[in-house]
């Protein structure tokens, strides 16, 4: 397998590679068929809850993108108090975890916007090589397919009745190991198109 690890903090990008040929696995990794997986995670405060708030959501939306979680907490030591000052309001504090995902096409750009909601207290940015694997599920997706069309066709052909039993036994395996590997399939182009983002103000 071969996996790329990208770190990318303010700009800058630091590319940490380890490489294994096993039977000339890496052949389409360096194509236009890499699927690279990308995630983030950005840390911020701010004196503006509200408004940051506000605004790491309608950029969600700007960059086409949408909430797959989120929670939020209030910890505000003098909430019992009635007739607090309002001086006590200002030691509340409030948090916000959204995990994010956004076209993987304007992941670096939502990135940076970002960090105009807060100061920022940290990012890291990862990018995973899943290319092997989806390849070693889309093989075995097409097989599945070939048998599948094969075994239809046995059973057209089948002669007693014992035939068709073990013929639709088999078929009945592999439309539910293609339906496994069409799932999984699905859900890497999901987080190849998807950039997971985990936000925390």
């Known amino acids: ?13 630091i590319l940490s590679a380890k490489q294994a040929d096993e039977g ?3 052949a389409d990794l360096a194509s236009e068929n890499r699927k690279i997986v990308y995630s983030g995670n950005i840390s911020l405060q701010t004196l503006e809850y509200d ?7 309608d950029k969600i939306n700007k960059y086409g993108g949408f909430i797959e979680s989120e929670n939020t907490s209030n910890d505000d030591p003098y909430w ?13 504090r409030r948090n916000m975890n959204v995990t994010a995902r956004i076209p993987a096409d304007k992941f670096d750009a939502f990135m940076e916007d970002l960090k105009k909601d807060g100061q920022v207290i940290s990012t890291s940015v990862n990018a995973q090589n899943i290319s092997v694997s ?6 075995s997706r097409k097989a599945l397919e070939i048998e599948q069309e094969r075994l239809l066709e046995m059973m057209d052909k089948a002669k007693t009745i014992e035939e068709m ?4 036994k088999r078929l009945t395996e592999v439309e539910r190991e293609l339906g496994n590997e069409n799932t999984t399939l699905s859900a890497m182009d999901r987080d190849v198109n998807f950039s ?6």
């Open 1 to 13: 397998t071969k996996q790329h690890r990208h770190h990318r903090l303010d700009g800058a990008c």
């Open 24 to 26: 000339g696995e890496q």
């Open 51 to 57: 408004s940051s708030s506000q605004s790491i959501h």
């Open 80 to 92: 019992y108090y009635r007739n607090r000052p309002a001086s006590s309001r200002d030691r509340a």
């Open 134 to 139: 989806y390849a070693t599920h889309d093989a």
């Open 165 to 168: 039993i073990a013929v639709e």
């Open 196 to 201: 997971t983002v985990d936000i925390q103000l």
